[in-house]
């Protein structure tokens, strides 16, 4: 491997979803609706299920942790995107894209267990009703939310040390609208099998 391939990146640019400018403003609102609808939603539900005390279940109590999640992926990603709608060069630093692809990671990934956890409630519910309020304790649920939370954070850390502490090539540009995992990996210079198995594991 040549070593004048190999560079230090301070930042990236960041493709973006269009790069027509007509396109940007229409783009900007509607983008800016959709994360102001998610954001009203997401907070809604967190608020609800906290404090009416009809709501005090396990499905309510997986319910507004799935909220917290999708409210967490969605602000990890949505207000960089909408800065670059605005701004003429879509860049993002070096070490925000580290933090955005961690925090994204972690989000995304507890929103699969926390589903999971979901599913196992309602299974529960269904097959044995009269032990329901035994099995689905509020220890419980607590138990599989702080695990989901744990679980996911090692992982994001994981995936993103490994992936920052190897050598970018030449290339900046990644073709997306935020950093993500695969288009990462096409700028990497090393191989990235060992990565990539994480990621599938």
């Known amino acids: ?4 391939n190999l560079t230090v990146m301070n930042e990236f640019i960041l493709m973006g979803i269009t790069d027509r400018p007509e396109l940007q403003a229409p783009l900007f609102g509607l983008f800016l609706i959709i994360y102001m609808i998610s954001v009203v939603g997401n907070l809604g539900i967190i ?3 906290k404090i009416d005390s009809k ?9 507004r942790h799935l909220a917290i999640t999708d409210l967490g992926y969605s ?7 909408l800065v670059n709608f605005v701004v003429d060069e879509n860049t993002i630093s070096y070490y925000f894209c580290a933090t955005q692809l961690a925090f994204f990671i972690v989000f995304i990934t507890s929103e699969v267990f926390i589903l999971s956890a ?20 509020q220890r419980m649920c ?10 996911s954070t090692f992982v994001s850390l994981l995936i993103t040390i490994k992936i920052f502490s190897l050598s970018f090539c030449g290339y900046s540009v990644i073709s997306h609208f935020y950093c993500d995992i695969p288009p990462l990996f096409s700028l990497l210079c090393s191989n990235t099998p060992d990565i990539e198995w994480i990621f599938l594991v």
């Open 1 to 4: 491997m040549d070593k004048h």
């Open 55 to 63: 709501l005090q279940t396990p499905m309510y109590f997986f319910l």
């Open 47 to 49: 608020i609800l299920t």
């Open 118 to 137: 979901m599913s196992y409630d309602r299974y529960v519910a269904v097959c044995n009703p009269l032990l329901y309020t035994v099995i689905m304790s």
């Open 142 to 151: 607590r138990v599989l939310v702080t695990i989901t939370y744990l679980y």
């Open 75 to 81: 602000t990890a990603v949505r207000p960089k995107m």
